[in-house]
């Protein structure tokens, strides 16, 4: 065989086993699911087992697992050649590994491999199709799309060489609930090669409860830090980074600086151990790091400013939920 589907799982309930039919449908015969386990208690494993397919190996865990810990376990299971993961949630078109087979074709240099999708809702209805992607794309170029918030990336979906998965470390596990930890793996093999991806639309990723929309501030917030220290660490070794983030980290950092103050803000603070104001300290070190010398004043930003003031007492946070509540 020459594929791995990955598959991490914890209590997938009927969406994985969407997932799952899916994944079996393909076209291209040459894979093998390999379904990691974490310790389901609502019948996922023993439905998976139930299929009897010569195709599907269960990893089961030991015991309970944080997100990060289950992912953790990719790089220490046996793999073939090319591997790709996929969120339980998720779906494979039927010609997934075949278009997957011909793009590898098309790019033998390539270090990461990508096509086109959809999103679509809880029960499966479209939404709207992903941004375009170029053919050919290498680590600076992804940065800078990512930076200025012109490409979507998802975890699901991408092809890697498993050695150089494995070689790589993996997904980096000591992310929140692995919140921009996809973003570091991307980047790091990109840096190996380049990322080819196919225009045919090959798979849909479910927007609805998941974990990263469900994450609190402080958790988020702190896989930020983790994103920009990494960031920070490459700059170092690549003038073309510098260059990105010279040109459009100011635009990331205050976009980010946004929607995470809300986030935090909507966190309770029972559940958090820093307030607005301080995470947007935290966004001005970010600045000092990234793109030393350029003027960065998150507080000219409104809606900053604003979450930074409603932070500071309990009526405020009250005003702002029931404003949250109304509008979305």
């Not at 195709?55 to 793999?79: H, T």
């Not at 699901?156 to 470390?169: A, N, P």
């Not at 960065?296 to 500071?312: C, M, R, Y």
Request: charged letters at 25%.
């Amino acid at each position: 065989m020459k594929y791995s589907i990955i598959l991490p799982v914890r209590n997938g309930g009927a969406y994985v086993k969407e997932c799952i039919h899916s994944i079996l449908a393909q076209t291209l015969p040459d894979f093998q699911l390999q379904v990691l386990d974490n310790c389901s208690t609502d019948g996922t494993l023993d439905w998976i087992r139930a299929l009897k397919d010569d195709r599907i190996a269960c990893y089961p865990a030991d015991k309970p697992l944080s997100i990060g810990e289950n992912w953790a376990r990719i790089a220490g299971i046996p793999k073939q050649e090319f591997m790709t993961m996929i969120g339980h949630d998720d779906l494979l078109l039927p010609h997934y590994l075949e278009e997957m087979d011909r793009l590898i074709r098309k790019h033998p240099d390539a270090s990461l491999y990508q096509t086109h999708y959809d999103y679509v809702d809880a029960q499966g209805a479209f939404i709207r199709p992903c941004l375009p992607m170029d053919e050919m794309q290498y680590a600076p170029e992804f940065l800078a799309c990512h930076m200025a918030r012109t490409l979507d990336s998802m975890g699901t979906g991408y092809m890697m060489r498993s050695g150089l998965y494995d070689r790589l470390g993996g997904m980096p596990p000591h992310y929140p609930n692995l919140i921009f930890a996809d973003y570091e793996l991307w980047i790091n093999l990109m840096r190996e090669g380049y990322k080819a991806a196919s225009l045919r639309t090959c798979f849909q990723y479910r927007i609805h409860q998941s974990v990263s929309r469900t994450t609190n501030g402080m958790q988020y917030g702190e896989a930020f830090g983790l994103y920009t220290a990494f960031i920070k660490k490459i700059m170092h070794e690549d003038a073309a980074i510098r260059e990105v983030v010279s040109r459009y980290g100011k635009g990331m950092l205050l976009y980010f600086c946004e929607s995470l103050s809300h986030r935090l803000l909507r966190t309770p603070r029972s559940e958090r151990s820093a307030t607005v104001s301080q995470f947007i300290e935290n966004c001005q070190q970010y600045a000092a790091d990234l793109i030393p010398g350029q003027d960065f004043d998150p507080l000219k930003v409104f809606k900053i400013k604003l979450a930074s003031q409603l932070d500071q007492s309990a009526v405020g946070r009250s005003v702002f939920k029931l404003y949250r509540k109304i509008m979305y």
